[in-house]
């Protein structure tokens, strides 16, 4: 039975954010060592990674623009970690279908990792945070090296709210952007999309109305390849 699920999380990154420190050595090297032993523990390496670079992505580096860096988390999906539910509005069809354990996220070291990231995230929140900090900072450096933005998602295979955190996106300045899919109903916090986070709709089997997702949805289509898509989906165009 899992204990936690996005709106936890959230709290707790809440509660983490407002006291994190910034810039310590010390508490850098604490929260490595808390991620290590996890991932140990979990059958995984003693230098685990909250993040993927987009060369290390496949999908990513085939839709490789060339106008910014983008690195990814992957978290284990839904209650697959069997600590928290990571994707409180996945329905059946996405479950089924999940990017998780499709080609090299399916194997047995990034289901391990993932795993690992959830337990570490739900468990150490604070650790988590000077950790993903880190991870950004390493991550700005090479999107600077390309003379491009770095553009983050952390929901790969989840649909946590960490863009009701408070404080998040000031905690990690060096993302210029960060983007996700989401399932979830309501995506303004006050009438209002979050400034620097571009959230995108995901459709799902149970979507009939497009009507409260005005700034645009994903739809997965079923074609042949070669086929046209459909021109309009419930009154909406396919773009």
Sequence with gaps: MTRHNSTTIVTALTDAVRFAPVGQKDAELNAQAKFSAISVDNGGGRNPRLLTGQLDVAKLAHNDSGRYWQSIQYLAPARESGIANVCTWSTRGCRDVCLSDSGRLGMAPAQI???????????????????????????????????????CRLNGTSDIMFDRVPGLVEYLPDVDRFQDYTKRPNTYVDGRPVPAWHLTVSATEMTRTVKDYVDGMAVVVNVKRGDALPKRWYGRPVI
Excluded at 134 to 140: D, H, I, V, Y
């Design 113 to 151: 990792a993932q795993r690992a990231r959830t337990i570490f995230l739900v468990t150490e929140p604070a650790a988590y945070l000077i950790q993903l900090r880190r991870e950004t900072r390493l991550q700005k450096r090479r999107a600077m090296a390309l003379g491009v933005p770095h553009v």
